[in-house]
Antibody
Framework: EVQLLESGGGLVQPGGSLRLSCEAS????????MAWVRQAPGKGLEWVSA????????YYADSVKGRFPISRDNSKNTLYLQMSSLRAEDTAVYYC??????????????WGQGTLVTVSS | QSALTQPASVSGSPGQSITISCTGT?????????VSWYQQHPGKAPKLMIY???NRPSGVSNRFSGSKSGNTASLTISGLQAEDEADYYC??????????FGGGTKLTVL
């Protein structure tokens, strides 16, 4: 069974940092592109960032470019999102998602349960 | 990249069919077939219902179908059932090598 388990969320002050992790199991992690998608309370889905299967290519939404580097460790089957210079508008549930077809990270067939990030003083 | 445009809400009675539209631009839906639809029940993670415009993942009911014409994609649900009540989101790959989602549509089964 394909599973994605996010961790690392919590309450952080504006300007602070957090690192989200997503541990994958049940599939060949190194063969699939992965992504982070967030959802602010009561709002819709927002694509945040994505990474190719090898980690050699990364993609970012303008809203997080330069602040949220994405990375992966294929030896540990784990995806990361290093979040810095956090703002109130970054408050959201952050989902880890697996690309459906493997190559280009554009359609997601498996999602984690989400981890809540709250940016507040 | 602006969000794709979806109606805020649609409704239908059990057994009926409904269609949710998703309008983008020449830079996203109009240029790519990586158009997908997600179902999200309250407090749950999204679930992929349609990918590549009209393909259903294994396990998704054939009551769900997708299509695309120009810059607009559509999701049709036939034979509405109570468990179809949820939020639905479209998404598309873009020329900027990013993904854009629609604002979401709340489906109410009357």
């Amino acid at each position: 069974e394909v599973q994605l388990l996010e961790s690392g969320g919590g309450l952080v002050q504006p300007g602070g940092s957090l690192r989200l992790s997503c541990e994958a199991s049940g599939f060949t992690f190194s063969s699939y592109a992965m992504a982070w998608v967030r959802q602010a309370p009561g709002k819709g889905l927002e694509w945040v960032s994505a990474i190719s299967s090898s980690g050699g290519s990364t993609y970012y939404a303008d809203s997080v470019k330069g602040r949220f580097p994405i990375s992966r460790d294929n030896s540990k089957n784990t995806l990361y999102l290093q979040m810095s210079s956090l703002r109130a508008e970054d408050t959201a549930v952050y989902y880890c998602a697996k690309d459906a077809l493997g190559a280009v990270p554009d359609q997601f067939d498996c999602w984690g349960q989400g981890t809540l990030v709250t940016v507040s003083s | 990249q602006s969000a794709l445009t979806q109606p805020a809400s649609v409704s239908g009675s059990p057994g009926q069919s409904i269609t949710i539209s998703c309008t983008g631009t020449n830079s996203d839906i109009g240029s790519h077939n990586s158009v997908s639809w997600y179902q999200q029940h309250p407090g749950k993670a999204p679930k992929l219902m349609i990918y590549d415009v009209s393909n259903r993942p294994s396990g998704v009911s054939n009551r769900f179908s997708g299509s695309k014409s120009g810059n607009t994609a559509s999701l049709t649900i036939s034979g509405l059932q109570a468990e179809d009540e949820a939020d639905y989101y479209c998404s598309s790959y873009t020329n900027s090598r990013s993904v854009v989602f629609g604002g979401g549509t709340k489906l109410t089964v009357l």
